[in-house]
Each structure stands twice: as C-alpha cells, then as structure tokens.
C-alpha cells in the first residue's frame, strides 16, 4: 500500500476541521496508509518573517530524504485540474515513489528552500486560504485523486 505523508505546520484546534480530517484519513485508508506529521509553529514575535519561514521549513526537510519526493501547498504553485493532480499521483505510484510527502506551510508561507527543494508546487487556488483548511482541502483532493486513479465515481 502507498505511503503518504501530509507534513503541516502547526496544530489543528477546531473540532470541526479535526472531523473533517478524520473522515478523509478513513475515506483514503481504502487507498493509502496516510501519515499526518505536524511541525511546531515558530513564534513570530521574536524573529524576522523569513526566520520564521527557515525555522518552520527546516523542521520539514530534516524528515524527508533526498531520493523522496514532495508535493507543496503553495500560493505561487501551478494549478492543476483534479484529473491533472490525480495523473501525476498516478504516475509516481507507477515510479515506485513511497511515500509521496506533501507539505503545507503555516500562517507565514513556506520558506524559500522549502519551495526549492519541492518536486511539486501546487497551487489550490488562488484564494488563500488558513492552513487548517488547506489541510482538509488538499486531503479531499488526495482522495479524489484515488477515486478518478481507480474510475470510481465521486461529485465531479
């Protein structure tokens, strides 16, 4: 079974993002063993923004390995259809990519090396949008794309 890790930055505290979540961690256990790792938030108060951004990006490369591949929630990213993102989900499973790493920043963004280091960038949409949200939309579209990978229906 595929591998996913969902790396985010900072904790989720609302009770209804948090279900939201678990219902597409049970919907994707059908395709994916799907880890969610959250990293500390760094404190704003006490550093320059692209400190912050350093801090929070090198807490997120120090756990994937060169040879892996990284999917980044970005802002600047390309947007890609659903069927376009499942495609690509497809072929690194083709490739024998495990696991597939996907990143969401914090409230600041994502750091310069973190984006360098991405093989992907997506954009989601040019809305921006929280980073707790952001985590429940990008798993949604992770499980889309498994639904249309297998052609097994679901809302288009």
Excluded: W
Aim: with cysteine; proline share 1%.
């Amino acid at each position: 079974m595929i591998k996913i890790n969902l790396f985010c930055v900072g904790s989720i505290k609302e009770k209804f993002v948090k279900e939201e979540i678990s219902e597409y961690l049970k919907r994707l256990s059908k395709y994916a063993e799907v880890n969610i790792i959250e990293t500390k938030e760094v404190p704003i108060q006490s550093k320059q923004i692209d400190a912050v951004l350093d801090e929070e990006g090198e807490n997120v490369l120090k756990r994937i390995k060169e040879n892996e591949v990284l999917l980044l929630a970005d802002l600047h990213g390309k947007e890609y259809t659903s069927e376009e993102f499942a495609n690509i989900i497809k072929v690194l499973i083709d490739q024998g990519k495990s696991p597939l790493n996907f990143a969401i920043g914090g409230t600041m963004g994502v750091s310069k090396k973190l984006r360098e280091r991405s093989n992907y960038k997506l954009c989601l949409s040019k809305l921006t949008f929280t980073h707790q949200m952001t985590r429940v939309i990008l798993l949604e579209q992770i499980y889309r794309a498994f639904k249309i990978i297998n052609n097994e229906n679901y809302h288009h």
